[in-house]
């Protein structure tokens, strides 16, 4: 039966048929569902397992890469995992990973879920981040006058790191913005302190109390002080806390105008969705269209992120 035969009789032909102009068997529309289907799950699966698209906003890590740039990430070295939120909202569902190809090293330059502010438990909303990871799981970080040691080695250097300042912060010079909250420290001189590890033994006092609050209760537990001041953990008394999971120290390549592991705290590692590999795309984000169009950075398209 023809779409004219059909409205002949008072039924109208669907969208598609009036669309394209000619009739659509049960069979062929079956057929295209089937491979519409096809194609989101092919785009599901590889969105979420082994390749993903990143603008980057901000200038934490020039010149390295720039705002405005587009990333290809790869999710399948560090292990790809499901959506963590519901697409295009921050609420936030139950999620998996799979098996990774290799564990986070130093100097890779990582995308991962912002895991908050340095006081708050939990970001307020799902971002992506973009950092260098400095120091892994185990390591001893100190950075003294900008140089970061790790386990008492000087750390090779980015090639594009920047820095905005001529001097360093002198040493006696409090941040009290800076990670973990009284603890003195400043952006140019940081630790010596431990990346926590799973398994490691945190000893709980009330003096360390303020300093390792934040970090216990984003594990998931409840901390607080009793009224002798002793620490609780879970409604009960402890003078230790054994670390559930591992860590990485992530930093940006442009020292002076990066918020990053010096601020705001430790990555947990299954936090991290991937490393970028290329950027594919680059114009300027202060720019406007049609302006835009004029500040195409072509020469950046196809550099490889190292």
Known sequence: MSAHDRKGRGVKPSILERILGVRITREQLKAFGKDIAWVLVAFFFLNSFVLASFEVPTGSMENEILPGDFLFVNKFLYGGS????????????PWFRLPEFRSVERGDVIV?????????LRSSEFTFYLKRAIAIAGDTLEIRNRVVYINGVASPLPRNLVYRTVHPRSHAERDPQIFPPGSGFNKDHWGPMRIPAK???IELTRENFVQWAVFVGREGHSIALDAERGVL?????????VVER?????MGDNRDNS???RFWGFIPEDHIIGTPMVIYWSIPVEESWPAKLAAIRFGRIGTIIR
């Open 82 to 93: 499901t959506p963590r939120t519901i697409p295009a909202t921050n609420i936030r569902i």
């Open 199 to 201: 398994g490691d033994v």
């Open 233 to 241: 953990v879970d409604g009960e008394p402890a003078t230790r806390y």
């Open 246 to 250: 591992s860590y990485i120290f992530g």
């Open 112 to 120: 991962f879920e912002f895991p908050g502010y340095r006081d708050s």
């Open 259 to 261: 918020l990053d592991s």
